[in-house]
Nanobody, 121 residues
Framework: VQLVESGGGLVQAGGSLRLSCASSGRTFSIMGWFRQAPGKEREFVGAIDWSWNGGTTRYADSVKGRFTISGDISKNTVSLQMNSLKPEDSALYYC???????????????WGQGTQVTVSS
């Protein structure tokens, strides 16, 4: 099983970026996004639960209203649309997948390699 992210880059504050993640080899009930800034712990950004109501999303308070997760379970893909980006959103963003809902990294057995997002002020 592989999770491959794409779409990171450099953007000015207030701008937008879209990250994508594709899973090969397996369909997961839960696909989520985490991020890790230098010197900080990895933190939950948001996730989509395909097993609940056709795809229910939840977000960390820090990104609620700015970030949106969407995807296509038939293609094993998930995207993270990030709007109104702030310098504090700069981090290495990871796609993660698992079978049960979790908001901590221990709940996700599968991880992508990460994609860098840098927001300049």
């Amino acid at each position: 099983v592989q999770l491959v992210e794409s779409g990171g880059g450099l953007v000015q504050a207030g701008g937008s970026l879209r990250l994508s993640c594709a899973s090969s080899g397996r369909t997961f009930s839960i696909m989520g996004w985490f991020r890790q800034a230098p010197g900080k712990e990895r933190e939950f950004v948001g996730a989509i639960d395909w097993s609940w109501n056709g795809g229910t999303t939840r977000y960390a308070d820090s990104v609620k209203g700015r970030f949106t997760i969407s995807g296509d379970i038939s293609k094993n893909t998930v995207s993270l649309q990030m709007n109104s980006l702030k310098p504090e959103d700069s981090a290495l963003y990871y796609c993660a997948a698992g079978a049960r809902w979790a908001q901590n990294e221990r709940g996700y057995p599968y991880w992508g390699q990460g994609t860098q997002v840098t927001v300049s002020s």
